[in-house]
């Protein structure tokens, strides 16, 4: 790296002519250039430059190597530049890893709406149950519901939801409305992951209730489609359930009670993002 700014310096005197016009130029001391590129000659092992008390000239190897140099540093600034240009207007393909229903149920509006705002981002999503490879995979951000696990990643929040408890109109005539926490021992209820017990909290009061039910599953859709089909009770967001709640297949049930918050993460491999993914994770933030 050091290598590469006195390349850089050196441009700057053989530019300006001098040791005091490349000074004025980089802020760099007469005396900090004149040692910098003497150190350059040595290590180089060949002299750049003819150095008089008004001025300087180039020799052989100095002009070889100032074309050279020039390049190196032109092709530099113009990356730099570019990526000035990607913090202004972001651009390029932008990878990200959703959890499946949460997305397709809530998230796309909010992705539409951002996709209108810049034009020059294209997307590549991939939407599954599994935790992404962050650090082995190629995603720019992946959108997790529930605890971030991994103490090596960075875990942004954008939101927190209270899940509440949910069933369909058929079910909740044949097998009665619970009305406290306790009633859910009776009652068929959908659970994720082989939970068999829900922490509800009505504000107050806390209570851990047991359940249990024929269903035992790992996808938040199945458990919301067999709910919407007579088959249970879902303890689930309202963003996952907002279409069957809207046509009437699924119902509130002790509305007074609900779940823990389940915080909803944006989550990098890095704390240094590009332009894109910065302001995704700004506009989910500030959307959700």
Not at 32 to 46: D, P
Not at 151 to 171: E, T
Not at 176 to 188: F, K, S
Request: proline share 6%.
């Amino acid at each position: 790296m050091e290598l590469l700014n006195d390349m850089a310096l050196f441009v700057e005197v053989v530019k300006a002519k001098g040791f005091r016009g490349a000074a004025e130029v980089t802020g760099v001391p007469n005396s900090t250039l004149s040692r910098r590129i003497s150190a350059l000659e040595k290590a180089i092992g060949l002299r750049l430059l003819h150095r008089t008390t008004r001025r300087i000239e180039l020799t052989e190897a100095g002009q070889i190597y100032f074309e050279r140099c020039k390049r190196i540093v032109d092709e530099a600034r113009l990356a730099h530049d570019q990526l000035g240009e990607m913090l202004a207007q972001p651009r390029g393909t932008l990878r990200v890893s959703f959890p499946v229903d949460f997305a397709v149920t809530y998230l796309a509006p909010l992705i539409t709406e951002f996709a209108e705002l810049y034009p020059g981002i294209s997307f590549d999503f991939d939407l599954t149950p599994r935790r992404v490879d962050l650090i082995g995979e190629p995603f720019d951000v992946a959108i997790r519901i529930g605890e971030s696990e991994n103490s090596q990643l960075i875990a942004r929040p954008l939101a927190s939801f209270p899940p509440g408890l949910y069933a369909s109109p058929r079910y909740v005539e044949r097998a009665g409305e619970p009305r406290a926490p306790g009633d859910l021992a009776r009652h068929q209820c959908l659970s994720m992951l082989k939970a068999d017990s829900w922490t509800l909290q009505d504000g107050t009061r806390t209570e851990s209730v047991a359940v249990g039910g024929r269903y035992s599953l790992n996808s938040v859709g199945m458990a919301r489609r067999l709910a919407a089909l007579d088959q249970g009770i879902v303890l689930m967001v309202e963003e996952i359930v907002a279409d069957e709640l809207q046509q009437g297949r699924l119902v509130r049930i002790m509305p007074e009670w609900q779940g823990a918050p389940i915080p909803v993460y944006a989550v990098t491999e890095t704390r240094l993002l590009p332009a894109k993914t910065q302001r995704f994770i700004e506009f989910l933030k500030e959307r959700i």
